[in-house]
Nanobody, 119 residues
C-alpha cells in the first residue's frame, strides 16, 4: 500500500516562502509521477504541480513562476517550494500519486498539510 506523508505547512506572511515535503513509501518512488494539489475552505481540490519520473514538470497557471516542484529519489521525497506567497494560496496541500501496482490500480493521497498566508 502506498503511503504519503506531507509536512512543512504553517503560517506565513504574504510575500514569504515555505517548502512542503511529501515522503512516500510502499512503492517504487523513482518510477512514479508525483503531484501536489490544494483545497481551500469551501472550494474543490485543485491541481497545483506535477513532476514525472523523468523530472518533467507542469504547474497550474496560478502558481507558475512562484512554486517549484522537485524530487529526491534517494529520499523517496517530493518537494514544493513556494515563494511570493499570497493570501489566496491559503489551503490544505495534498500530495498524490497513482498508477498500477501489484494489487492493481491505486490513487493515493496524503493527510494534507495546512498552509495559511496572512495579508
Amino acid at each position: 500500500q502506498v503511503q504519503l506523508v506531507e509536512s512543512g505547512g504553517g503560517l506565513v506572511q504574504a510575500g514569504g516562502s515555505l517548502r512542503l515535503s511529501c515522503a512516500a513509501s510502499g512503492t517504487i518512488f523513482s518510477s512514479r509521477a508525483m503531484g501536489w494539489y490544494r483545497q481551500a475552505p469551501g472550494k474543490q481540490r485543485e491541481f497545483v504541480a506535477r513532476i514525472t519520473s523523468g523530472g518533467d514538470t507542469n504547474y497550474a497557471d496560478s502558481v507558475k513562476g512562484r512554486f517549484t516542484i522537485s524530487r529526491d529519489n534517494a529520499k523517496n521525497t517530493v518537494y514544493l517550494q513556494m515563494n511570493s506567497l499570497k493570501p489566496e494560496d491559503t489551503a490544505v496541500y495534498y500530495c498524490n500519486t497513482n498508477g498500477y501496482g501489484v494489487r492493481g490500480y491505486f490513487n493515493s493521497w496524503g493527510q494534507g498539510t495546512q498552509v495559511t498566508v496572512s495579508s
